[in-house]
């Protein structure tokens, strides 16, 4: 088990460097006068990437942490959690 969660782990940094070097070429674009319309199709790619970054996170967080809260009786501590984490993706 614990080399699944080091297989995520691995899965999220190799995302937040992708995205990193997505984040330089947009740099890259702007300096360069590029096309509007191009370095708004990158910063969309660069935010679904993010948004897929804070999916893998928040299952592994309910698969893992919630579940534990709610089996050592924090079922409300696990619950707002949960609340806060929804409000934060609807903003």
């Known amino acids: 088990m614990e080399k699944k969660k080091t297989v995520s782990k691995e899965k999220i940094i190799r995302r937040l460097k992708l995205l990193e070097g997505q984040i330089r070429g947009l740099q890259k674009m702007v300096e360069n006068d590029t096309y509007c319309i191009d370095i708004i199709t990158q ?5 679904q990437g993010l948004s897929n970054v ?8 309910i698969s893992h942490c919630v579940v534990n809260q709610v089996r050592s009786g924090e079922a409300e501590k696990a619950k707002a959690e949960i609340l806060k984490v929804y409000q934060l993706k609807r903003k």
């Open 43 to 47: 910063t969309s790619a660069v935010k």
């Open 54 to 61: 804070e999916d893998i996170l928040l299952e592994k967080h």
